[in-house]
């Protein structure tokens, strides 16, 4: 049984920005943000209910592992966020399954085959991500694979739908891809020195807005296409 005690959420108020973080909507929003920049930038026409999905999956994807995360070691962690998701985890797990159920029911009628196995697929890698990250954390393969695992994840989970409906030459939408892969590593990375090493932050700030800008001219030099 998990004591309460181990894990203490500060009676101070919340900030209104970091809410969209404690509830896990921030990495949601930019995932769709992205996909429709990305489909926008392609001239690709998406459907909002292939956002809605994608919006859906993200949270169920972060929420899983947080809950993962103050489950099996509830005294080690002491961010905002996870003491949290230990606060509320049983609100949380019931949202889980009930945004579970909803995802499946609207891609199985709305989504195109295409669009599904594809997710089917990703659902696999991010299964064996999560094996890797909480059952066998303590072995990963080397260091840095937590954020390419998870840039590399969140750019196909988030372009998916953009290349099910892509009918272009495909080196524009790879390029777009492995440039938002390594903006999202980065991210990760940034937020891992910001939150244990912050000494080492500002070398990964510069990275993260270089990848970004180059985003950014790969999506212009397309739309000029």
Not at 13 to 38: E, G, K, M, S, Y
Not at 43 to 53: K, M
Not at 101 to 125: M, S, V
Not at 163 to 174: K, M, S, V
Request: charged share 10%; net charge positive.
């Amino acid at each position: 049984m998990i004591a309460s005690a181990q894990v203490q959420e500060t009676k101070a108020t919340h900030p209104a920005w970091l809410w969209p973080n404690l509830a896990n909507l921030d990495a949601p929003v930019v995932a769709v943000i992205w996909q429709r920049f990305v489909a926008g930038s392609l001239h690709v026409s998406l459907p909002w209910v292939a956002s809605i999905e994608l919006f859906l999956c993200v949270w169920i994807i972060y929420t899983f592992d947080r809950l993962l995360d103050v489950y099996r070691k509830p005294a080690t962690h002491n961010t905002a966020r996870h003491q949290f998701h230990f606060r509320h985890r049983k609100l949380f797990a019931a949202l889980l399954v009930a945004s579970m159920i909803a995802t499946a029911l609207i891609g199985w009628q709305e989504l195109i085959p295409a669009t599904l196995l594809g997710g089917l697929l990703l659902a696999a890698f991010v299964g064996c991500y999560l094996l890797f990250t909480h059952p066998l954390g303590n072995h990963l393969p080397a260091q840095g694979f937590k954020e390419a695992s998870v840039g590399i994840l969140f750019s196909a989970g988030s372009l998916l739908t953009v290349w099910a409906h892509y009918t272009g030459p495909p080196r524009a939408l790879y390029a777009c891809g492995l440039l938002f892969a390594g903006l999202c590593a980065l991210n990760c990375y940034l937020i891992e020195a910001w939150e244990q090493r912050p000494h080492s932050a500002g070398k990964s700030l510069l990275l993260l807005c270089a990848v970004f800008l180059g985003l950014i001219w790969a999506g212009d030099r397309k739309s000029v296409v």
